[in-house]
T-cell receptor, first 115, second 108 residues
Framework: GAGVSQSPSNKVTEKGKDVELRCDPISGHTALYWYRQSLGQGLEFLIYFQGNSAPDKSGLPSDRFSAERTGGSVSTLTIQRTQQEDSAVYLC?????????????FGPGTRLTVT | KNEVEQSPQNLTAQEGEFITINCSYSVGISALHWLQQHPGGGIVSLFMLSSGKKKHGRLIATINIQEKHSSLHITASHPRDSAVYICAVGGSQGNLIFGKGTKLSVKP
């Protein structure tokens, strides 16, 4: 079956512009996660959804970052007024339940470059 | 101190060698994950375990809950095993806490 998909695969934007990243999880997966991986760095948790609710937003780096999920399916991560330090690969993952209890399936990521 | 520590950070092995990557954690967990990230960037979940041992092909993962330690073993290593191996623990908030990864290079 279809895995987790993300779009766009690459995004180059100018500093100060807003960007929207999309994640389509595996059908039926209630949990959806957003992570960030900066160049040469490890994975950083940003936010997760259980259904349409985000119980923990503390991982978002600043108030320029926001995320939503509708219909328990597609999620969008929005970065407003992008900065160069936002350049990274943004990864989405989904699972049947919470990450602590279920295997996670990762999307291919969106490579964001802020110039 | 990081909540999830991996060692070694980098590992170079000859094809056929037995490889061990270690992961120690300091938080209470519900499960531990081993992930593999290939040079192209894609991440694949290898194992999720909360006790004992799991085996898949040439890969074996073990966890000792009392000692808060897990190991990932690769038997008869092959150049295609070259990747970054990441340990992550499931926190009580439902998120994952990641180690910094171990970069493995297997030479032919």
């Amino acid at each position: 079956g279809a895995g987790v998909s993300q779009s766009p695969s690459n995004k180059v934007t100018e500093k100060g512009k807003d960007v929207e990243l999309r994640c389509d999880p595996i059908s039926g997966h209630t949990a959806l996660y957003w992570y960030r991986q900066s160049l040469g760095q490890g994975l950083e948790f940003l936010i997760y959804f259980q259904g349409n609710s985000a119980p923990d937003k503390s991982g978002l780096p600043s108030d320029r970052f926001s995320a939503e999920r509708t219909g328990g399916s597609v999620s969008t991560l929005t970065i407003q007024r992008t900065q160069q330090e936002d350049s990274a690969v943004y990864l989405c993952a989904s699972s049947l339940g919470l990450a602590g209890e279920e295997e996670q399936y990762f999307g291919p990521g969106t490579r964001l470059t802020v110039t | 101190k990081n909540e999830v520590e991996q060692s070694p950070q980098n590992l170079t092995a000859q094809e056929g060698e037995f490889i061990t990557i270690n992961c120690s954690y300091s938080v209470g967990i519900s499960a531990l994950h081993w992930l593999q990230q290939h040079p192209g960037g894609g991440i694949v979940s290898l194992f999720m375990l909360s006790s004992g041992k799991k085996k898949h092909g040439r890969l074996i993962a073990t966890i000792n809950i009392q000692e808060k330690h897990s190991s990932l073993h690769i038997t008869a290593s092959h150049p295609r095993d070259s990747a970054v191996y990441i340990c992550a623990v499931g926190g009580s908030q439902g998120n994952l806490i990641f180690g910094k990864g171990t970069k493995l290079s297997v030479k032919p």
